[in-house]
T-cell receptor, first 111, second 114 residues
């Protein structure tokens, strides 16, 4: 059973476009995290959202945690080729300790 | 200075062999993890140690045996390697056993069993 479902699985866009990646679950999470992974490297933490309804901004990236703490979204404004990578959402269910990861969204931004 | 370092980066070996992957973190974190990333990029928890004690042991064949000599090190030994063990293995650490603080990952070990 996959706790976290990410969509879309793949996304190919041109530089300058906007995009949104979704992370959904039927479980409640104490927090959700977003990571970006580049080829040949480990995932790197972008942000942690903790409070239901919370919105966090990191330059052109906007992260939102759902009111019920079951879902999250990542919006990128004016995407750049440097944004290319695998975006992973991860969360700790209320009864657990280790992070459970979604299957990721592979983003390609072409010039 | 690399925060979480894994060795080797690449490992190619024959079926039936025994191999080890080493991981060290210099962040002073209490908790370390091993994750397996399959060919579809799905990351799955294998083990977690908190201050040298095993706290998570997912459904992993007992051919996999983690060892933590101290809280800065977590090694993974694999016996009788099988083709299906081919994957990228990531070591990670977090400040405490509560993962809410986020993980710091190593750069991975790509294991290929032939």
């Amino acid at each position: 059973t996959q706790l976290l479902e990410q969509s879309p699985q793949f996304l190919s866009i041109q530089e300058g476009e906007n995009l949104t990646v979704y992370c959904n679950s039927s479980s409640v999470f104490s927090s959700l995290q977003w990571y970006r992974q580049e080829p040949g490297e480990g995932p790197v933490l972008l942000v942690t959202v903790v409070t239901g309804g919370e919105v966090k901004k990191l330059k052109r990236l906007t992260f939102q945690f759902g009111d019920a703490r079951k879902d999250s979204s990542l919006h990128i404004t004016a995407a750049q080729p440097g944004d290319t990578g695998l975006y992973l959402c991860a969360g700790v269910a209320n009864s657990g300790y280790a992070l459970n990861f979604g299957k990721g969204t592979s983003l390609l931004v072409t010039p | 200075d690399t925060a979480v370092s894994q060795t080797p980066k690449y490992l190619v070996t024959q079926m039936g062999n025994d191999k080890s992957i080493k991981c060290e973190q210099n962040l002073g974190h209490d908790t370390m993890y091993w994750y397996k990333q399959d060919s579809k990029k799905f990351l799955k928890i294998m083990f977690s140690y908190n201050n040298k004690e095993l706290i998570i042991n997912e459904t992993v064949p007992n051919r996999f045996s983690p060892k933590s000599p101290d809280k800065a090190h977590l090694n993974l030994h694999i016996n009788s390697l099988e083709l299906g063990d081919s994957a990228v293995y990531f070591c990670a650490s977090s400040p405490t056993y509560r993962a809410d603080g986020g993980y710091t990952f190593g750069s991975g070990t790509r294991l290929t069993v032939v």
